[in-house]
């Protein structure tokens, strides 16, 4: 089969941008290794210099240890799955699914039961004579798959297989194709948006924004100890909770997390207290995911925060209650180079605010004014000295449509091992211990 390695590959294109930043990775053999990120990360650019459609600006991309940077497409072993299917309109399924092994000068007997297994492996075996516009989209990805799969290559490149897809049709595909890849012991490199595909689907998760390899790793692992705070924002449902903390050290007792006019209390003895240490009179960037979090009684003991409902989001099997705790919240702005307070949409209204007020001739209320995306490795955390600190909405899992409602007080437990800290710039604090 084929290994994959690239080595400080960066694209840059003719109007400047930079579409890749020095990206190391690499693709064992027979991998599933899926690149996830937003629109505009990078993520389809590495997939395509990999297949040899776009030449890199600088550094290597090898194919089983290979220098393959002057390689021709037709040459690398690969097959390559789009988005849109790019089916031959004209072409029946078998001649579409076919096609491959006729540019390759396979006779037509064996080509032919080339086509019928493929086809029966794919559940498609009964529409070879129909033409693509005659199937459901479904059935239009899965000959998609099957003209990759008969040429038996040793590498399979998968561009967001099945975002054109509805969401029942993608999650029945997501257990095939994965399934079908592992039968085969295919190389596959899978590019996708939608971090449920990638957690279900990959044997390691490689995570981008903007053109730079944010962590990468099992998914539990990118899951369970994100190496940046961009990681733990991008990946969860709901998001992490990210709140600002200044750390206190008690030497040999514990150290203090107080956010806003409350406090949790890391112990000593807990092997993460001695980097968060280092951090004594700082402030820092606390992150909690909602299955850590447990709604107890006011006066129960251990590490509680307490504080009202805000708003309740009901989901048939569970409710979410967003908790005012009276701490800080750090937004992490998926697109730009650092994050910006408040949430996306808050910020548009915002600027959609300034404007109508400008229009109507009112001055702009000092300290209201939107704070600028720029680039860079900037402090991820407010400015204290800002006017409008966007307060935490705390996620909190509770019961299907509990007897509680907005403007209800309540007592969350915080399981102090599950908690995760960030420094000023985004990256995790104790990230070497995963």
Known sequence: MTTVALKDVTKVFQDGTLAVDTVNLDVNDGEFMVLLGPSGCG???????????????????????????DLPPRDRGIAMVFQDFALYPHMTVGDNIGFPLRLAGVEPNPRGERIQDVAAALGIGDVLGRKPSQLSGGQRQRVA????????????????????????????????????????????????????????????????????????GTPTQ?????????????????????????????LDRYVTLTLGEQALYLPWDDIRSRAVAHYHGERIVVGMRAEALTPVAPDAPGDVLQGRIRYLEHHGHES??????????????????????????????????????????????????????????????????????????????????????????????????ALHFFDERGDRIDVGWR
């Open 43 to 69: 993520k389809s650019t590495v997939l395509r210099m990999v297949a040899g459609l776009e030449d890199p600006t600088a550094g290597a991309v090898m194919l089983n240890g290979e220098v393959a940077n």
């Open 222 to 250: 990118v899951y369970g100890r994100p190496a940046t705070l961009y990681v733990a924002a991008f990946l969860g449902s709901p998001r992490m909770n990210l709140l600002e903390a200044s750390v206190y050290v008690h």
């Open 320 to 417: 979410l209650a967003f908790l005012d705790i009276g701490a800080t919240a750090v937004m992490v702005d998926e697109m730009a180079g650092t994050a910006e307070e408040g949430a996306p949409g808050q910020r548009g209204l915002r600027r959609f605010g300034q404007v109508m007020q400008r229009l109507a001739g009112r001055p702009v209320e000092p300290g209201t004014e939107a704070a600028p995306v720029t680039g860079g490795r900037t402090s991820v955390l407010p400015d204290p000295g800002r006017h409008h600190r966007r307060p935490a909405e705390l996620a909190v899992r509770l019961a299907p449509y509990p007897a509680v409602s907005a403007g209800h007080s309540l007592a969350i437990q915080v399981r102090m091992d």
């Open 145 to 216: 798959m099957g003209r990759a799969i008969v040429r038996r290559p040793g590498l399979f490149l998968m561009d967001e297989p099945l975002s054109n897809l509805d969401s029942g049709l993608r999650a029945e595909l997501r257990a095939e194709i994965s399934g079908l890849t592992r039968e085969l012991g295919v190389t596959t490199i899978y590019v996708t948006h939608d971090q449920a595909e990638a957690l279900t689907m990959a044997d390691r998760v490689a995570i981008m924004r903007k053109g730079v390899l944010q962590d990468v």
